[in-house]
């Protein structure tokens, strides 16, 4: 039997901190094998410095459900601290995903009319 090289989910973070709100962009894919990077971002966000969070999903290609359970969980354990975590700009298929697990009401950044 061939080894065969299974191609490597690589997700990428930048962060952008202004006003209290930390803005955590993704770009890539979401799933088990690459959430790892966003785990440790989420664990490390400071009360001191930032009351919200937002997800950027613009360029994400991909979530599966360990990508939604780890902003589930993110979401949890940043309330405990006093901190908002929301979603934006997901792309279709983080959509349907967030749809279809009736997690978009809690997860989404909803804008409001001034």
Known sequence: MDDIDAPTATL???LDLSAER???KLAGE???ASVDPLIRTLDAVD???ATSVVVDLD???FIDSSGLRTLLVGRD???ERGIDLMVRNPQPQAVRLLT???TEDI???RHHAS
Do not use: N, S
Request: charged share 20%; aromatic share 0%.
């Open 59 to 61: 360029e994400v290609t």
């Open 107 to 109: 997860l989404l950044e």
């Open 12 to 14: 990428t973070t930048a």
């Open 22 to 24: 930390l803005v955590i």
């Open 47 to 49: 009360e001191h410095v």
């Open 100 to 102: 279809i697990t009736c």
């Open 30 to 32: 979401i799933d088990m």
């Open 77 to 79: 354990e940043l309330a």
